[in-house]
């Protein structure tokens, strides 16, 4: 499931916007299909124009509802009725997704013999300063067995100490829920550290769920401003 805004606080319109030839949604949809991984794609919008970008294509979307606050609850509304056990959620703005990466985050719930994951997502190193300090990057922090302890929009851990050795890892906005964990965050409200950070996985965390993180050493561009638009256009050549 794609979930698929047209309107974007920091860059309006930017699914919709032309990378080499073609929309990002629609490179992102093209990209999702290409690693043959799943019985089904789908773009979830509330968008009138995000829908005919991907119908018209050949693809398949599915309309939600408008009043939606996050991916989770968008993708949460369309497999309610469907018969899946695991929903792998691809941002919109994620037109270099790939099959390695999404692999494994796949194969930590055919290795959950006692199904005591919740949740599976992926995290890549980061060592650039301005990148670790920058809010618009989710950072993650993870225990001894990968599972999340927290996302940040600030750095994780604080450095007061920048030769203890610690490692920063940028949160990548590809999720993989059991079907259950993603209704229960459908049903849950949210509370104030998640309305805080505006960083829906923290919801799951708040309320107790268990997020494996998986590490990938791909890192793509998401693309959250004009400027990351550039850089995935230069990037695509």
Avoid at 40 to 52: A, G, P
Avoid at 81 to 97: C, H, K, W
Wanted: proline residues 4%; hydrophobic residues 40%.
């Amino acid at each position: 499931m794609i979930p698929a805004r047209y309107s974007a606080s920091r860059f309006p319109g930017k699914l919709m916007q032309n990378l080499a030839g073609k929309t990002v949604i629609l490179r992102t949809y093209e990209a999702t299909v290409a690693t043959n991984l799943f019985d089904d794609v789908y773009v979830v919008t509330d968008s009138d124009i995000i829908f005919e970008e991907i119908t018209k294509n050949g693809g398949k979307a599915i309309m939600s509802k408008s009043e939606h606050q996050s991916g989770s609850d968008r993708i949460a509304e369309a497999v309610a009725d469907l018969d899946v056990d695991i929903v792998v959620n691809v941002q919109g703005d994620e037109p270099f997704t790939e099959r390695e990466s999404l692999k494994k985050v796949l194969e930590v719930f055919k290795e959950d013999h006692d199904k005591t994951i919740d949740l599976a997502s992926l995290m890549v190193e980061i060592k650039d300063w301005d990148e670790i300090n920058n809010p618009n990057t989710v950072k993650v922090i993870v225990d001894q067995k990968n599972f999340a302890l927290y996302f940040s929009r600030s750095p994780i851990p604080y450095p007061r100490d920048k030769e203890a050795g610690a490692r920063y890892f940028k949160h990548k906005g590809i999720y993989a829920f059991r079907k259950q964990a993603l209704i229960d965050f459908y049903k849950l409200p949210m509370q104030f550290i998640e309305g805080t950070e505006k960083i829906e996985c923290i919801r799951y965390l708040e309320y107790g769920k268990r997020i494996k993180m998986v590490e990938t050493n791909v890192e793509g561009v998401e693309i959250d401003t004009p400027e990351d638009l550039e850089r995935a256009k230069k990037l695509w050549k």
